[in-house]
């Protein structure tokens, strides 16, 4: 669990140029963190290619915050 | 309809001189050369393995550091030539002193920036992920990073300016082009303020190789970078490729009064013209470079002998040079031992679509300080003139009307013309 949490935080801080300690799980990437749409599509993309899994468009709608994004890839990869 | 006077308050440039229009006047003057060997990429399979570049390091040393002039979470996202017109944008404005703060100054201030070629180099890793790795690894980036226009967008909001946002694509002509048609915008009374000029990241292994095939490269200097670009020379075999940005701000003549901003001239001529002979060769007359020249004089309301200083587009190419001083020559008569015409892009390269807006900036810095920069290399001319090529070193005399050319493939021409303001 820890090991993908900082998997996706490191992802998150390097494409949103954000302090890491702002990446706690119920921060949202649009509300929060500063994405906007085509962040968000790409932050989706990094996970994809980090994690070797491939997320559906309507599954991608549903990662909102670090915690869905953690919660989503703990399941995909378990 | 009566047109407004427009004047350049303001100067942006980053290039392989440096950064700051200060700085690499001074490098210029003193006759530097920013031509190396690539070694960043592979060049060893290709004719041209040299190129102007832009030196990296702190602003304090004239020098660039991106990180400056864009978040590097958005630098990611874009092509180089994006950063550097953000850079030469944020300078040229710093310059001014203006800034659009009002809703009304917002709405009356554009930007009007153009490329050549734009996001090339991003194209071309964009299409080896697509072979290799899929659709679904291309970045929602990819396009709003490589679009010639994002370079105006990305100002535009940087800055909050609302105004018409607009851009220049005409191969080499595009920066003078787009300080021209952003003159007329002021004219016209569409804006009271742009911010225009061009930016080019073109050195990249497609890039070369593409420019290499057009046979508009030089070849024999990769041992001996600097010697490359040597327009006028009789050993000259083709241009060295130039990176960066040239922007200015232009401002409307009584907007820039009431504020009381430092004026470096006024744009009083603009020409444009079309060679309608050959995609990438000038026709042999110089008919089209003539034409962009008596157009811009004729808006000017000057004539020939008026002409103090002209930056020439001067390539170093073996056709190109020669047909533009046949074309210069014909234009002044018997003016021609008065003129001082020079090429810098012996010293910076070829800066493509940014090459227009940064040789504006050398013609205005001519007319500030009196002095015409030099055209380096020039060992032996390859023919007679009566104009003085400033050869190696700069010329000091009274500058008070400077011209600009441009000339693009397409047959694209265009001059403009500054002069010393009241």
Redesign the interface.
Known sequence: MSDIEDRVRKIVVEHLNVEADKVTEKASFMDDLGADSLDQVELVMAFEEEFGVEIPDDAAESIQTFGDAVAFLSKATS | MRLRRVVVTGLGIVSPLGVGHEVVWSNLLASKSGARRVDDFEVGDLPCQIACRIPLGSSEEGKFNPDDWM???EQRKVDPFIVFAMAASTQALRDSGFAAKTTEQQERTGVLIGSGIGGIGGINDAAITLKEKGP??I???FI?GRLINLASGYVSIEHGLKGPNHSVVTACSTGAHAIGDAARLIALDDADVMVAGGAESPVNRLSLAGFAACRALSTGFNDAPEKGSRPYDKDRDGFVMGEGAGVVVLEEYEHAKARGAHIYAEVVGYGLSGDAHHITAPAEDGNGGYRSMAAALKRAGLQASDIDYINAHGTSTPLGDEIELGAVTRLLGEHAPNVVMSSTKSAVGHLLGAAGAVEAIFSLMAIRDNIAPPTINLDNPSVETAINLAPHKPVEKTIDVALSNSFGFGGTNASLIFSRAD
């Open positions: 978040e590097p979470k679904r690894r970045s929602p980036f709003p």
